[in-house]
Structures are given as structure tokens and as C-alpha cells.
């Protein structure tokens, strides 16, 4: 027998995906047309009951992180920050406050500052599993309850009924470990958790340099110990690259800009890394080469429509507003130069990470200094 061409096999995460998608949608036509033919729609009503269900979405993204945030409670865990969209809620220096934040992939994150590292670890599988568990508990009581109302009523029986599938779908997707455009899941990282102590004191060094960000913490004044793995584990696994580019981040707040870029190299070279830490790198490497006289290197990058989508929906972040900036005056576009320099100028003056905001600006200085040095 002749072998023909070897096909790629999708990717289980993929399959899986797609699978609760389609049971997804499979439930919310069998709902649709069970309540069609029980409730005499207007066209008011039917909108009515649409902005319900969306806002059923909305309420399973906040009970997802809300069970993150039980969960982290209840195994010694402090309060750091809750977001849900791109608004979230911090705790600096005792008071809550308001900040924007967006991260692609992800409707909404609760982070939280960990228990102390001991010998054997730190509590970690409860913290990541009580999100899904949050949601699959409430699909099972709305699903419970648009049962005992299904006769008496189809309209309240509807709603719980989507509100179930979507508790389900969020449940399923965050439960069952696997990684979603390489981002590791809530299942994904309890699973490794338990296996690997490199990749348990990744999830802790994470938690813990965030919270010393959200106060304010400028990553060289963190313990330089928070950014090593034990047995110097490398960047295998999206859970231990995104401590490797913790450590990226900590030589750009200490000026070291030549062995940050060296770093940046290699971990896009060599690292499992999550799309969102992949684009930001690449933009960063452009960055660099821009820095070093390639005066076409960021336009080139973002020719790439992932990484120009990822750019757009980052705007706000000051690090993408900078590379944004220099790219647009590197090319002689006078009107955008402005535009994205206003940009850069409100992303530094409301990003929620002060410590961050600092090093950016120091960044900015060199680019300038450097560039007009090589001019």
C-alpha cells in the first residue's frame, strides 16, 4: 500500500472546543424551538428574552471568577484584583480601585496573592478549580429549576435553560484540561500542579510578582528568587515560559536592555509559549531591531494579522503603546506619530500598574537616546 501525504491531526483542545460548541448550540435550538412552540413571541419580548440570556453569559463569567475567588479564600489566599471584561477592581495599599485591563482570550480573571511558599508547595488545585466547579453547580440548579417551571412557565424555563448550557459550555471548556491558543486552562494547570513542582512554583511566583505589581512594586525590587524555577527548569510549558518572561520583563526594568533582547531571542526561539506572551515578545523584538537602525521592523511585524490584531486590542497597554509609537514615527507618518504618542501618553497615565508605567517611560528614554545616537 502506498503511503499517501501524512495529514495533520487536529489538536484535541480543538476538538474538544468545537464538541461543546456544537452541544452548545445543539441545546439552544432544542430550547428555541421547544419554547416556540409554547410562548407567543412579540418582537419585543423576544428581544427582551435575548438580552436576558446574554446577560446569563455575563453572570457565568462573573460566578466562574467569583468561585475563583471562594476558592482562594478558603485556602488562605488574599484579595488582589477581579476583573470582568476589560474593568477591574484592585486592592492597593488597603482601598479597592478601579483600572482598565485587557488580556485577549479571557472574559475575565481573578488574582488573587498566594499563601507563602514552603517545602512542599502551596495550596493551588482548589484556587483553580473552583471557577468550573462555580459554573457546572449553577447549570446543574438552573437546569434543576427550568424543569420544576417548564409547564407553569415556558418564558422563566427558557432563560434558566440557557443559563444552564452556558454554565455547562463555561464549565466543560475551563474543567477539562487543555490549552486554548496555548493559554492553559483552569484543568490544565490543576492537572500539571499536581505532577510537576517546577510548573506549582510557576503558578506561585506568578500570583506572587502580580501582587507585588498591584502595589505598586517595580519588578527589580522584587526578590530575585520569585523568577527562578526549581532545578533552573526552562521554558517546556506555557506555566513555566510565562515565569521566563516575568524574568524578560524584570531585566527590561533594570536597564538591561541587551540581555533582554538576547532573552527575547530565545524564548520565542525555544519557549511553549501563550499567544498573548508570543505577541508581545515579537512586537518587543521588533522594538529592538528599530532601536537598532532597522527602521522597517515594527511595520514588517505587524504585517502579521495575528500579531496586528494582538497590537490593536493591547492599545492600552503602555509597553504595545510604545512600540506602536516608535513604529509610526520610524516610518515618517507625522499625523499617526501624534496620534499613537497620545496614545502612549494615556496608556501610561491610566494603566492600573505603577510599577510597570515607570519602567516604560525609562524604556522610552533610551529608545530616544539610543535612536538619536544611531541617526
Known amino acids: 500500500m502506498k503511503e499517501g501525504k501524512k495529514r495533520n491531526k487536529p489538536a484535541a483542545s480543538g476538538v474538544i472546543t468545537l464538541a461543546c460548541a456544537l452541544a452548545l448550540g445543539a441545546g439552544a435550538g432544542w430550547l428555541g424551538a421547544w419554547a416556540a412552540d409554547r410562548i407567543d413571541f412579540s418582537p419585543l419580548l423576544l428581544a427582551g428574552t435575548l438580552v436576558l440570556a446574554a446577560a446569563g453569559m455575563m453572570g457565568q463569567i462573573i460566578l466562574h471568577e467569583a468561585g475563583h475567588l471562594l476558592g482562594g479564600l478558603a485556602t ?34 481573578c488574582l488573587m496573592a498566594p499563601p507563602p511558599w514552603k517545602e512542599d508547595g502551596f495550596p493551588a488545585l482548589l484556587y483553580n478549580l473552583s471557577g468550573p466547579l462555580a459554573n457546572l453547580l449553577a447549570a446543574a440548579g438552573c437546569g434543576a429549576a427550568a424543569w420544576l417551571c417548564r ?27 487543555m490549552k486554548i491558543q496555548g493559554m492553559p486552562n483552569d484543568g490544565y494547570n490543576a492537572l500539571r500542579l499536581r505532577r510537576d513542582k517546577a510548573s506549582l512554583r510557576a503558578v506561585w511566583a506568578q500570583l506572587a510578582i502580580n501582587m507585588a505589581q498591584t502595589q505598586g512594586l517595580r519588578l527589580g525590587e522584587v526578590p530575585e528568587d520569585w523568577f527562578s524555577l526549581p532545578g533552573d527548569a526552562g521554558p517546556t510549558d506555557p506555566l513555566k515560559s510565562a515565569v521566563w518572561v516575568c524574568r524578560y520583563s524584570r531585566l527590561l526594568d533594570q536597564g538591561r536592555y541587551r540581555e533582554a533582547a538576547a532573552l ?34 515594527v511595520a514588517k511585524a505587524l504585517q502579521d494579522r495575528t500579531l496586528k490584531a494582538f ?6 497597554n503602555p509597553g504595545v503603546a510604545l512600540v506602536r509609537w516608535a513604529g509610526a514615527e520610524a516610518q515618517g507618518d507625522a499625523a499617526q506619530a501624534r496620534k499613537e504618542r497620545r496614545a502612549l501618553e494615556t496608556a501610561l497615565a491610566s494603566w492600573p500598574y505603577p510599577g510597570e508605567n515607570e519602567a516604560v517611560r525609562q524604556q522610552w528614554e533610551w529608545y530616544e537616546e539610543k535612536r538619536s545616537r544611531v541617526s
Not at 526561539?269 to 527602521?295: P, S
Request: hydrophobic residues 45%.
Open 311 to 316: 497590537a490593536r486590542q493591547m492599545k492600552n
Open 151 to 177: 409547564e407553569k412557565a415556558p418564558l422563566a424555563a427558557l432563560l434558566l435553560g440557557v443559563w444552564a448550557l452556558v454554565g455547562a459550555y463555561l464549565g466543560l471548556l475551563n474543567g477539562i484540561p
Open 76 to 109: 488562605g489566599y488574599a484579595f488582589v484584583s477581579f476583573r470582568v471584561g476589560s474593568w477591574m477592581l484592585l486592592k492597593r495599599d488597603g482601598r479597592l480601585h478601579l483600572g482598565r485591563y485587557t488580556l485577549p482570550g479571557t472574559g475575565g480573571q
Open 264 to 297: 527575547c531571542d530565545t524564548l520565542l526561539k525555544t519557549g511553549d509559549l501563550v499567544l498573548a506572551h508570543r505577541c508581545a515578545l515579537q512586537l518587543d523584538q521588533a522594538f529592538f531591531r528599530l532601536a537598532d537602525g532597522e527602521k522597517d521592523a
